[in-house]
């Protein structure tokens, strides 16, 4: 509506789905605003051991110098078998081969770069993923370190440190934050 009236709820996704309806109580904005501010008031009232957990997260999760050494042993097989394709291809051209012992090895070779090839990407991936974790959760850290208590909603800090929020009952409301902290506030 367009009266005095009017504010803004949140609701379960699945509200009206099947034949049972989701039970979850709405929110207004207000609440979700009030759940905020008490949440990220608990999370700096243990700012030292809250980053300290969090350099120990960043330490122990996104640490990709394995997959870094994995990724170097990838790259110089695909260049082996590169190497061993193009002479493969090349004795073929020079020499009479047997075609069905060409094709073979040929299709080995294809067979066995294509499979490091994938490899090689998920292992591109995973390290692209933890960079991207560890800059997520240092900018979190920063965030935190600056932070003092505050006493109304504040946009950009919702934005930079709210991942998501549950609503369980109306009492039960938690809010979970971009470092993986979770607070019922």
Same mark, same amino acid.
């Given at each position: ?46 700012k030292?051991?809250l ?5 120990t &997260? ?6 990709? +110098? !394995?997959?870094?050494?994995? =990724? /170097? $042993?990838?790259? @110089? ?17 020079? &020499? ?6 060409? +094709? !073979?090895?040929?299709?080995? =070779? /294809? $067979?066995?770069? @294509? ?71």
């Amino acid at each position: 509506s367009k009266d005095k009236y009017r504010r803004i709820i949140y609701q379960c996704n699945h509200k009206y789905k099947g034949d049972k309806p989701c039970g979850t109580p709405h929110i207004t904005e207000e609440e979700v605003k009030k759940v905020f501010i008490r949440a990220v008031n608990l999370l700096l009232s243990e700012k030292d051991e809250l980053t300290a957990n969090v350099q120990t &997260i960043i330490a122990a999760l996104c640490d990709a +110098t !394995e997959l870094e050494k994995r =990724l /170097v $042993e990838l790259r @110089e097989e695909l260049e082996v078998v590169v190497e061993l394709t193009d002479r493969c291809v090349g004795e073929n051209a020079r &020499i009479a081969l047997d075609q069905d012992e060409y +094709t !073979e090895r040929y299709n080995g =070779l /294809v $067979e066995r770069y @294509e499979k490091t090839k994938a490899e090689f990407d998920e292992v591109t991936q995973a390290i692209a993923d933890k960079e991207a974790r560890k800059k997520l959760m240092e900018q979190f850290l920063r965030i935190i370190e600056e932070q003092e208590l505050i006493t109304k909603f504040d946009e950009r800090l919702w934005a930079s440190l709210v991942d998501y929020v549950t609503v369980y009952s109306e009492k039960d409301i938690r809010v979970t934050f971009k470092d993986g902290t979770k607070i019922q506030a």
